[in-house]
Structure formats: C-alpha cells, structure tokens
C-alpha cells in the first residue's frame, strides 16, 4: 500500500515527536541516577608538555582508569562515578576528550578510557592558563547532566599559571564554590610549579596534590590518585595536603 505524501509528513512528525519524547524521558531519567562522585580530569598539553609527554599522560590517564583496583572504587555501592576528560592550554585552548559519561560497568569504563587513549597528540604549542582551566572546569561541571552528590577537579600540570588571571581571581570571585581541586604535579620544569598548584589551585575539604619528577611516573600517581578519590572518604580530611 502507497501512502499520500501528506500521510508520510504527518507519519514522520509523529516518529519524530516519539524520539523526542523518548530521548527527553531518558535524559531525565539519567539526572535521576544515584551519582556519588562527578570526576573531571584535566590534562595540561601547553607549551612545556612535548608530544611525547601528552602520550605518557593521556597513555597513563587511560591505563590507570582499566586498572583493577580502580574499576573496582569506581563500580563500589554508594552510587555512581560521571567522569569528563579535556585538555587545556592557553586562555581560549580548552578541548573536551570525553564527555560525561555515567561509569556505572566495565563496558562504559573501558570505552571511557578508550576515547582518552585515542587522542592524538596536540600541537598547539599554547602558554598555560591554568586559572582558566579551573574556570572551565567549574562549567563543564554545571553541564553535568547527573546530579552527583561530590564534584572534583583532578587538574595534572607541569607549569605555572603564565597566561590571564591566575587561580586565586576565580576562587576569590566564587566560581570555584562546591568543588575538591586536587592536583597532580610534573616538577620538571622551573620555576617549579607545585608551590602554586598548593596556595592556589587546591581547593575544598580533603583537597590534595601529588608530585613526581617525570612524566614516566605519571600512571603510578594517576592510579594512586583516582584510587584516593574514588575513596568514599574522599572528603573526610579538614585541609588540604601533599603526598610525594
């Protein structure tokens, strides 16, 4: 049977209105997802990181999320984890490498990691916003489309701020409220940047950084610090403090 072009417009619009309503239904329904931890991991590929250095951490940022103990803090009860990875550099350099994606099996895990392992290397070559890179973290948190009960910035760097207004700007104009900022620090660079990343970028109760010497140690400090994030005491500690 041929139906009149009318009946296929009006036939289409329906299907169109079902997708949508279905599409709205499981958005909803997904804000609606126990969520204990939203996760954004910040990787820093400006000027002083060479291509070499972005495959050890985007390598290491994946290899530690497959790792063991880390699927088994991520899929613990209590809720969910939503993850985002970007990488940032210069004031208007900020690139989304995975978008939130709810954790919730090793499937999800596992395709997490992939789309961060499978990013080629940059060569934007871009001073270090640092500042910035918070600032767009605390957005793409509102971006969010879980409701999760604890928001981190996990923010990895070898530099200091060198570009627009440094971390203090940001977390003294508000922007920073409700987040845990913890830090991993590369320091083989100078000036070196772990005082900074300590008075400035670690924010929030039980903040905390990690420092290494090369990005060879790089999947060791990762795995170590997702571990500590993933913990449900993630924000026990009063203040913040470094682990070497």
């Keep these: 049977m041929r139906l009149h072009p009318r009946r296929l417009l009006i036939a289409a619009a329906l299907a169109l209105?079902?997708?949508g309503q279905s599409g709205m239904a499981q958005a909803q329904s997904g804000a609606e997802t126990p969520c204990r931890l939203a996760l954004i991991l910040a990787l820093?590929?400006?000027?002083?990181?060479?291509?070499?250095?972005?495959?050890?951490q985007t390598g290491g940022l994946a290899a530690a999320l497959l790792d063991e103990e880390v699927k088994a803090a991520i899929l613990s009860?209590?809720?969910?984890?939503?993850?985002?990875a970007f990488e940032w550099s210069g004031l208007r350099?900020?690139?989304?490498?995975?978008?939130?994606?709810l954790l919730d099996s090793e499937d999800a895990i596992e395709a997490f990691a992939a789309r961060i392992a499978a990013r080629p290397v940059s060569t934007w070559g871009h001073p270090t916003a640092l500042g910035r890179a918070l600032a767009h973290s605390a957005w793409l948190h509102t971006q969010n489309p879980w409701d999760?009960?604890?928001k981190v910035v996990d923010v990895s760097g070898d530099g200091v701020n060198n570009e627009g207004l440094g971390p203090l700007h940001y977390r003294a104009k508000?922007?920073?409220?409700?987040?845990?900022?913890?830090g991993l620090v590369?320091?083989?660079?100078d000036p070196d940047p772990l005082p900074q990343y300590i008075e400035e970028v670690l924010h929030g109760p039980g903040a905390f950084v990690i420092d290494i010497r090369s990005y060879g140690d790089y999947l060791t400090a990762m795995k170590e610090k997702l571990i500590r994030e993933l913990s449900p005491f993630v924000a026990a500690a009063p203040s913040p403090t470094v682990v070497e």
């Design 186 to 189: 590369i320091r083989n660079n």
């Design 77 to 84: 009860p209590g809720g969910g984890v939503a993850a985002l």
């Design 44 to 56: 820093d590929i400006s000027h002083s990181v060479d291509q070499e250095e972005q495959k050890l």
């Design 148 to 150: 999760c009960d604890t």
């Design 17 to 19: 209105a079902m997708i």
């Design 93 to 101: 350099r900020q690139h989304t490498v995975a978008h939130w994606t």
């Design 174 to 182: 508000g922007v920073l409220e409700g987040l845990i900022i913890n």
